[in-house]
C-alpha cells in the first residue's frame, strides 16, 4: 500500500506528516505528532475520549483516516489554552472537580467547546444532549454539566 504525505493545520500550526493509507487520525496526532491529549477509550467510536474537531466537526479521531485531514483544520485539547492560560472551560473543570482519572476529559473538553461555539447559551438538556457520546466512568455527570454551564456563562459574560 501506498503512503500518504498530508499537509493540514494543528491547533493553528501546519503540519506535515506520512501516513498509511489505513493509519486513524488519533494513531497519527499521539504517534506521529506527539499530542497525546486525545485518548483511545474504546477504537469504535463510542467513548468520545479521542474527539477533536476537524474542520469545525465534532469527530471521534479513532474513526477518521488521517488522509481525510489533507488540506484541513484539526482542533485538539492541546490547542484549547493560550499558553499558561487555561480555557475558560478547562479552568471551571478544575475549580468544580469535574474530572478525576482524566481519560474522558480531554475529549469531553474538546466537545464542550465545539458545543459553546455554536450555541454560547444552551440548556442543561442540550447540553446533555450534546455531551452524549462522551463516556466517564469516574465523575458521573452532574459535575461536568454543572462545569459547562458555569464556564458558558463566564466566557458570556467575557
Same mark, same amino acid.
Given at each position: 500500500?501506498?503512503?500518504? !504525505? ?27 505528532? =506527539? ?5 483511545? =477509550?474504546? @477504537?469504535?467510536?463510542?467513548? @468520545?475520549?479521542?474527539? %477533536? ?10 474513526? $477518521? ?8 483544520? $484539526? ?11 487555561? !480555557? ?14 482524566? $481519560? ?5 473538553? $474538546? ?36 462545569? %459547562? ?10
Amino acid at each position: 500500500m501506498k503512503n500518504f !504525505h498530508i499537509n493540514t493545520t494543528v491547533n493553528g500550526d501546519e503540519a506535515e506528516f506520512i501516513c498509511e493509507p489505513d493509519e486513524t487520525l488519533l494513531d497519527v496526532l499521539r504517534n506521529r505528532l =506527539g499530542m497525546t491529549g486525545s485518548k483511545e =477509550g474504546c @477504537g469504535t467510536g463510542d467513548c @468520545g475520549a479521542c474527539s %477533536v474537531i476537524l474542520n469545525d466537526r465534532l469527530v471521534c479521531s479513532c474513526l $477518521v483516516l488521517a488522509a481525510e485531514a489533507e488540506g484541513g483544520k $484539526v482542533d485538539t485539547i492541546e490547542g484549547m489554552a493560550d499558553g499558561d492560560k487555561l !480555557h475558560p472551560l478547562q479552568k471551571v473543570f478544575i475549580e468544580k472537580a469535574a474530572l478525576q482519572c482524566g $481519560v474522558c476529559t480531554p475529549g469531553i473538553l $474538546v466537545a464542550a467547546k465545539a458545543l459553546l461555539e455554536k450555541n454560547p447559551d444552551p440548556s442543561e438538556t442540550e447540553i446533555r444532549y450534546w455531551l452524549a457520546g462522551n463516556l466517564c466512568r469516574c465523575t458521573g455527570y452532574d459535575k461536568i454539566i454543572k462545569a %459547562v454551564q458555569d464556564a458558558a456563562a463566564e466566557m458570556r459574560s467575557a
